[in-house]
């Protein structure tokens, strides 16, 4: 292991260990109290850990099955199942140390042969959740009792992250026994080794996680957590209202986080918590047709936005500015030095003006170098959010003096048009929390046109030799300081070529009550709904 | 009824039948976008791994072959594995079925029956108290859409007065299967979504009683039935009404394929766990077997129900012969 990976290794360690008697304090049964009532708008179908792909299926999956590590917004990787890890072989493969305390809830110990196996068996059974992995996944192989290494064919940073926190463990003794995993929906009496197992199921109704209290790290400290089904947003939040439920697990319309926040007392007791999510809503700009690739354009364009405007107008200000390089501030990975761009009219015009956009015959309209007035066709969603947002644009940048239109499609046919990168330009969206999306973002290979259609996700066909190098070497990069800088020149490259121009990052808005549960955290994306409120929570009592 | 009939109509049936399955194979695939596009659309994926998740969801194939396979699988009475619940299409429908027929059977014979009474009654009294509160009535229940009605009813008995349960189907803990206490909280979660749709159904059932009454109220055969003396009751519920019933049974019958369909926008706002939710779940997640198998159950059920309302009418009208 390199040295600043391992010191960065040991100082998690050391947290962890003095984290210990604090969780194992918390965590018995003796302490955890109440039972926590959470709506959900989608059922639990499939308690499958390879095949639930539901927000609630992975919710309850979570709580119920361990992966080998965690992922924090500030610390990266920390650990899970596995006490340690380590990176060997020049990034082809990992070693992890599991906690020798972790059991299955039938009793039975959690072993090194229950990794190798879970990974052999995604392998073998080609889970399609993992598809993207299981090309370069070589296998797994027990060690000892505890260690288990995992190898790939190719070193792969996010390889690492990805086995490590998103596949659950299963336990060998049953999975081993499956005939057909994929059509299994493991609805029975899922056996898991984390902190809570399935007490109570009806489908499309409710199901109650009862905690186990025994769990070799969870911090749980609430005696059961009950999620209940509704399929009507509006009938939550009456629910909540009247005090059934304890929170909602979704984001709900900035218009109704306004009305409690302006009538608190007309929902007492309701409170709405706010946080930013790491999804950017963007402009993005078709570079292979002209005029849209000239760069000098796009910055004019860039410059003409008010994001505050469209905040205010579009998200009733429940939203943040965001800068060039789209990774938001509250990201690990965000570099500092590329906040959001003021906007300035004069500043765009000059910019025009000196590339040679000008409005020769006077008629409000520039002209571009062949002498055709500039028009933008916009393409958005059909929703009306996304039509309001649209308006404002149009209008925002119409005062430079281009004549931007815009045209509302479905979701599919703006894919569509997209994966055909037939469009000057489309309100966009890019999320970065997993930061390899910045290379199937933007990487020249992922904007290759293939029998007509985009490779992957660059849709305008950004290409830049810096930034393919950046991202590669990324990629790759196994040093968490190393990557991070990569990351943050790759966000830097991204910023100067306005590409994508942020249009804004609204926020998460998540209900709930604080009369009977003391102890909401929010955290950046997740809300309320993370690890820390869920060990944070304390029970105050009532019904 | 000749044997002649009976085999014309199997023979239709059999072709309504095809062209229904046949469209209910087509219809979901021309539906924009992919069957588990979350998965699809990862933009890692390697073509050949995007290649692998179709063929796991048997899409990888030509469509005439799917069709054939589809076809297959029909004759030996599969319909297949839903692509999100990773179960058999049937099992899933099966479980649903009971639970819409709850809500919908229920609201059906409360309507059926009140409207009837309500229509007859207001027909018969013409211009009379009941049947101008009947057509006051008729004029305001279809300016409201049911889930108005079902929000302000739950924001009533169940909020501001907490008598019903305001979503769900069953209460927690309470143990499932035939016992009082199960029936019970069943009967209380269904008592609002029931009521929602009775309000409009028994409105809808009395103005169409009331107006067929009106009309048959003036014919000879009722005037005949009052002048030989016979009791009002007689001559309403024995001449007028039996004659009257001839558009009941046909809006019977195209409602009898809605008691599986479910009420879409009741179960959604009442979390209530029957085939409306269902068709919508399918239809969002574009889970190819999980849509056809339900709106092949739906077709099938109005073929037959058709078949019973033209048998219910040679009963009801001796002048309509079956041929």
Redesign the interface.
């Known amino acids: 292991m390199e040295k600043p990976f391992r010191s960065v290794v040991i100082a998690i360690l050391c947290v962890g260990l003095l984290m210990v008697p604090v969780g194992a304090g918390v965590a018995g049964a003796a302490k955890a109290a109440g039972n926590l009532n959470l709506g959900v708008v989608a059922?639990v179908?499939?308690l499958?850990p390879y095949?639930g792909?539901g927000s609630s299926e992975t919710f309850v999956i979570g709580w119920v099955y361990d992966t080998l590590l965690g992922w924090d917004s500030n610390e990266g990787l920390v650990p899970g199942l596995a006490d340690s890890w380590e990176i060997k072989d020049g990034g082809t493969s990992v070693e992890f140390k599991l906690n020798p305390n972790a059991k299955w809830h039938d009793g039975k110990p959690v072993t090194a042969e229950d990794v190798e196996f879970s990974f052999n068996f995604i392998r073998e059974k080609?889970f399609?959740?993992f598809?993207?992995?299981?090309?370069n996944l070589a296998g797994a192989k027990a060690i000892d009792k505890h260690t288990v290494r995992v190898t790939f064919r190719s070193p792969s940073s996010?390889a690492v992250r990805f086995i490590a926190t998103a596949p659950s463990i299963l336990p060998k003794h049953i999975w081993s026994k499956i005939d057909d995993p994929?059509?299994?929906?493991n609805l029975d009496n899922p056996i898991g080794s984390g902190p809570c197992a399935v007490a109570?199921r009806?489908?499309?109704?409710?199901i109650?996680l009862k905690n186990l209290g025994n769990h070799y790290r969870s911090s749980l400290n609430v005696e059961t957590i009950?999620l209940?089904?509704?399929?009507?947003e509006?009938?939550g939040i009456?629910?909540l209202?009247?005090g059934?439920l304890d929170a909602l697990l979704w984001s709900v319309d900035p218009a109704v986080a306004e009305e409690i926040d302006r009538n608190p007392k007309g929902y007492p007791n309701v409170k709405v918590a706010m946080a930013p999510s790491t999804s950017v809503r963007t402009l993005m700009f078709n570079l292979r047709r002209a005029p849209w690739n000239d760069v000098a354009l796009r910055k004019a364009v860039s410059l003409a936005i008010n994001q505050k405007e469209l905040i205010d107008q579009v998200l009733l200000g429940y939203g943040s500015e965001q800068g060039p390089g789209l990774v938001v501030p509250s990201d690990l990975h965000y570099n500092k030095s590329l906040g959001p761009v003021p906007r300035d009219v004069a500043k765009a015009k000059a910019i025009l003006d000196q590339a040679g956009y000008v409005d020769k015959n006077r008629d409000g309209i520039r002209e571009d170098k062949n002498g055709k007035p500039m028009k933008l066709e916009i393409l958005t969603g059909n929703l009306p959010t996304s039509i309001n947002l649209a308006e404002l644009l149009v209008y925002q940048i119409k005062q430079i003096g281009i004549d931007a239109y815009f045209t509302p499609l479905?979701a599919?046919?703006l894919r569509?048009k997209e994966q055909a990168a037939d469009f000057d330009a489309a309100v966009s969206s890019v999320s970065f929390s997993v930061p390899?999306?910045m290379f199937?973002?933007a990487h020249t290979s992922?904007g290759v046109i293939n029998e007509g259609r985009v490779a992957?996700?660059n849709y305008g066909g950004y290409s830049s030799p810096e930034y393919d190098k950046l991202a590669d070497a990324m990629l790759v990069e196994m040093n968490d300081q190393a990557r991070i800088k990569l990351l943050r020149d790759m966000q830097a490259r991204l910023a100067e070529a306005y590409y994508h121009v942020p249009l804004f990052s609204s926020n998460v808005l998540m209900l709930y009550r604080d009369d009977r549960f003391a102890g909401w955290t929010v955290e950046p994306d997740s809300c309320i709904n993370n690890s820390t409120t869920y060990s944070n929570l304390v029970y105050k009592g009532g019904k | 009824m000749s044997g002649a009939y009976w085999a014309r109509r199997l023979l239709q049936t059999a072709l309504i039948l095809f062209i229904v399955v046949t469209l209910n194979f087509f219809l979901p695939r021309l539906t924009p976008g992919t069957p588990a596009g979350h998965l699809y659309n990862d933009p890692r994926l390697s073509p050949e791994a995007k290649q692998e998740i179709l063929a796991q969801f048997g899409l990888d194939k030509p469509l005439h072959v799917q069709y054939a396979v589809y076809l297959g699988n029909l004759l030996r009475g599969e319909l297949g594995t839903s692509f999100s619940y990773r179960r058999p299409v049937s099992e899933i429908i099966l479980s649903r079925i009971p639970w819409t027929l709850v809500l919908t059977l229920s609201s059906f014979l409360v309507s059926v029956a009140l409207g009837v009474a309500l229509g007859a009654a207001a027909a018969w009294k013409r211009g009379g108290h009941l049947d101008t509160i009947l057509l006051s009535a008729s004029i305001v229940v279809s300016a409201l859409p049911s889930f108005w009605i079902a929000m302000i009813l739950t924001l009533i008995l169940a909020f501001y007065w907490p008598v019903f349960p305001a979503y769900g189907m069953v209460s927690p803990h309470v143990p499932v299967g035939w016992n009082w206490a199960f029936i019970g909280s069943v009967a209380r979660h269904a008592f609002l979504p029931v009521l929602s749709m009775c309000i409009g159904g028994i409105v809808g059932y009395g103005i169409l009683v009331r107006n067929s009454m009106v009309e048959i109220s003036g014919e000879d055969f009722v005037r005949t039935a009052r002048a030989k003396g016979l009791s009002e009751n007689a001559a309403l519920y024995r001449h007028a009404l039996r004659n009257a019933m001839l558009p009941l049974v046909t809006r019977i019958g195209m409602s009898l394929s809605g008691l599986v369909g479910g009420a879409t926008v009741i179960e959604t706002i009442f979390s209530w766990e029957g085939m409306g939710l269902l068709i919508v779940e399918a239809s969002r997640s574009l889970d190819y077997p999980l849509m056809q198998g339900t709106m092949l159950i739906m077709a099938v059920i109005t073929i037959l129900a058709n078949l019973c309302a033209d048998l219910a009418y040679a009963r009801l009208d001796p002048r309509v012969k079956l041929k």
């Not at chain 1, 598809?131 to 090309?135: H, K």
């Not at chain 1, 994929?182 to 929906?185: A, F």
């Not at chain 1, 009806?202 to 409710?206: A, Y």
């Open positions: 059922d179908k499939n499958n095949m792909y080609r399609p959740s598809m993207a992995i299981i090309g996010n994929r059509n299994y929906p109570e009806r489908d499309g109704q409710f109650t009950t209940r089904v509704l399929r009507d509006t009938m009456m629910a209202r009247r059934d479905t599919e046919s569509n390899d999306m199937y973002y992922r992957g996700f």
